[in-house]
């Protein structure tokens, strides 16, 4: 078991002691690895080729030494210009049996291919219709890059499952397949769309498939076909829902209310936008969703969006929605086209595409007020990445058009100061080879703006400039070398700024040279959006991947004074029975109020306190049994400590 194989886009890795070190045994991307059920000294990894950067070659490896020395197999499956995935499956009952879905340029099925000899020799089965299609398999395209599941039945080695956006099944050896899934409920119940793994549970046989909805289990999985669906048939597998409990879904945007009501508003991968009214959650418009805006003033009205830039407004809390139009140029939306409300001027809207459009009625009428050059590297005017209006002057708007590195394209910045009757290009001295993911406008200061960027580029992180945009300056100081996905100031606090990166969230004082990272408590996540409410002194936060997270605002006012006392206070037995012993080690920490909260794993308040003493006995908290978290908070102290309550 000290033995570990990885792989990625920099190639694949052996560690022969638990992960303490790592020899690199192939350059070349990798997407997949699978073990012989039997041998596990016998390894297939698959590699593969991305389209966009012209980079790896797409085939079929072996090991039999459990990945020292690998040999390319003879597959025939291209290894360029064709290609790009490849998904492994082996039979569990016949390892001889290996299954590989290939996916072509497009996202959708190149060909299903097939090895009865362990590797030796294969063919190419199916390729007759597209398994990566969103509907009945005739139209051309796919997410297979993104999505894709493969499992040979647990004990029938001619039987095969393959999921894309639909599942599909054969039972002849992949040599035909049929309907399993649809991700509408037109043919009935299914699961939902875009499938990432299928697996089965070994001894129970139980079938576990992970969708963008989720986890979803059968005990049995039942083939269709597409005559019996249309003629009213329904999908016949019985699915169990598996997700009650699961604190893990994917955000890209959130916003909130800014009044006492407290409501939120924030686009999740694939499932909508989900939007709380001040009691509960519903979900609203659909899709991806996107970038989105709460009005401040009418508590029944907001604009939510879903990929590309399809917008919806509700004015009755979210019960109906209808469309609103502002690509008044049917221009090409980013993925997540940014939006934002100009809360000076109530109803006073932007959102960019190629251009940015405005909209002064509440989102009833657009016009556009740029006209960008057109970049002669790329095929259309690229799409704008995030956008900025300043708090102080509404005339100053910040506009960042993304990097396409496909076309050679380069990032661009521009500024207008006249509400957008001229713009100037001020991205000199700000990086653009990396993508802009968001820029920010000092709260009183309409020339003091940031920038953050994405990638890994080493010390490239966040971008200040005080003329404008004319000159730039470095601060990303010493931040990790992860993501940057969104830069704010923090409100009335004389643009102290905090980011949200791939790793939690940091804080950097006005002044300072050392950002202060403000994660104590948060999961290992990327953090993808930051959102103030300053009537109820609350900061949010999405992540993409463990939903949304709250807290105090005055736990970044005071971010620059605070120590995590790891050593000075403890918490006695970590493992207990709901009593436990909090000691605090210095008795000069008591001078200022420590307030206790304990959360549990849903982020859920359980119980709150002020420690007043150096030993404080809790008893009969009547917890459940499960994860918590004593989050001790003064103005000048943070700490929080995991315990189990068995």
């Given at each position: ?298 508590d029944q009205s907001f604009i939510g969006s879903s990929q590309y830039g399809y917008f919806a407004r509700s004015d009755d809390g979210g019960n109906s929605a209808f469309g609103i139009s502002p690509n008044v140029n049917a221009e090409t939306g ?87 009757v001229s713009w100037i290009n001020i991205t000199g001295g700000a990086p653009d080879s990396l993508y802009y993911t968001s820029i920010e406008v000092s709260e009183n200061d309409p020339d003091l703006i940031f920038l953050s960027v994405a990638g ?191």
């Amino acid at each position: 078991s000290n033995k570990l194989l990885a792989c990625g886009v920099s190639g694949l890795y052996l560690s022969n002691n638990a992960g303490t070190n790592w020899s690199k045994i192939m350059d070349t991307l990798c997407w997949d690895l699978q073990f012989d059920p039997i041998d596990p000294n016998i390894v297939y990894a698959a590699s593969g080729w991305v389209m966009a950067l012209n980079e790896g070659y797409s085939g079929i490896y072996k090991s039999t030494d459990f990945g020292t020395t690998w040999s390319l197999l003879n597959t025939n499956i291209p290894p360029r210009d064709s290609v790009q995935r490849i998904k492994l499956a082996i039979s569990p009952t016949d390892p001889n049996y290996i299954y590989a879905a290939a996916v072509n340029t497009e996202g959708g099925l190149y060909g299903v291919y097939k090895s009865t000899n362990a590797g030796n020799s294969w063919n190419m089965v199916f390729n007759s219709i597209n398994l990566f299609d969103w509907d009945q398999g005739n139209n051309t395209g796919g997410q297979g890059n993104y999505d894709l599941g493969l499992l040979v039945n647990a004990t029938n080695k001619d039987i095969l499952y393959i999921g894309g956006i639909n599942m599909w099944g054969s039972t002849d050896g992949g040599y035909s397949f049929n309907p399993m899934s649809y991700w509408t409920f037109n043919y009935g119940a299914s699961v939902h769309a875009d499938i990432h793994s299928i697996d089965c549970q070994p001894g129970s046989n139980a079938i576990f498939v992970c969708s963008d909805g989720g986890l979803n289990k059968t005990n049995s999985f039942m083939i269709s076909n597409w005559d019996d669906l249309t003629n009213g048939t329904q999908f016949p597998t019985v699915w169990q829902n598996m997700n009650d409990g699961l604190q893990v879904t994917s955000f890209y945007r959130i916003s909130s209310s800014k009044n006492t009501v407290g409501r939120l508003l924030a686009g999740a991968q694939d499932n909508g936008s989900f939007y709380f009214d001040g009691y509960s959650w519903n979900t609203v418009i659909g899709g991806d969703g996107m970038d989105n805006y709460l009005n401040p003033f009418d508590d029944q009205s907001f604009i939510g969006s879903s990929q590309y830039g399809y917008f919806a407004r509700s004015d009755d809390g979210g019960n109906s929605a209808f469309g609103i139009s502002p690509n008044v140029n049917a221009e090409t939306g980013e993925w997540t086209t940014p939006f934002i409300a100009d809360y000076n001027n109530p109803g006073t809207y932007y959102a960019g595409f190629a251009n940015v459009v405005k909209s002064v009625d509440d989102g009833y009428s657009w016009s556009a007020i740029s006209n960008f050059p057109q970049n002669t590297n790329a095929p259309y005017n690229t799409e704008i990445s995030a956008i900025a209006v300043s708090n102080s002057n509404s005339n100053y708007i910040y506009v960042c058009k993304r990097v396409h590195y496909e076309y050679n394209t380069p990032g661009e910045i521009y500024k207008t100061t006249d509400g957008g009757v001229s713009w100037i290009n001020i991205t000199g001295g700000a990086p653009d080879s990396l993508y802009y993911t968001s820029i920010e406008v000092s709260e009183n200061d309409p020339d003091l703006i940031f920038l953050s960027v994405a990638g890994m580029s080493t010390g490239n992180k966040v971008f200040k400039s005080v003329n404008g945009g004319q000159a730039w300056t470095n601060i990303s100081y010493n931040l990790p070398n992860i993501p940057v996905n969104c830069v704010k100031y923090i409100p009335g606090q004389a643009n102290k700024i905090i980011v949200a990166t791939d790793l939690g969230v940091y804080v950097l004082e006005n002044g300072s040279t050392i950002w202060v990272n403000q994660s104590v408590g948060l999961p290992n996540v990327i953090v993808s959006d930051i959102e103030f409410n300053i009537p109820l002194n609350k900061v949010y936060i999405s992540t993409f991947g463990r939903g949304i997270w709250g807290t105090d605002l005055d736990a970044f006012v005071a971010a620059k004074n605070s120590t995590i006392l790891d050593n000075k206070i403890t918490l006695f037995p970590t493992v207990n029975n709901g009593e436990f012993t909090l000691s605090i080690q210095d008795e000069k920490d008591l001078k200022d109020k420590i307030q206790l909260e304990i959360l549990n794993i849903k982020g859920q308040q359980m119980y709150s306190a002020e420690i007043t003493k150096k030993i404080t006995k809790f008893e009969n908290l009547n917890f459940k049994s499960g994860l918590y978290f004593a989050k001790l908070r003064s103005s000048k102290t943070i700490n929080v400590i995991r315990f189990i309550v068995e």
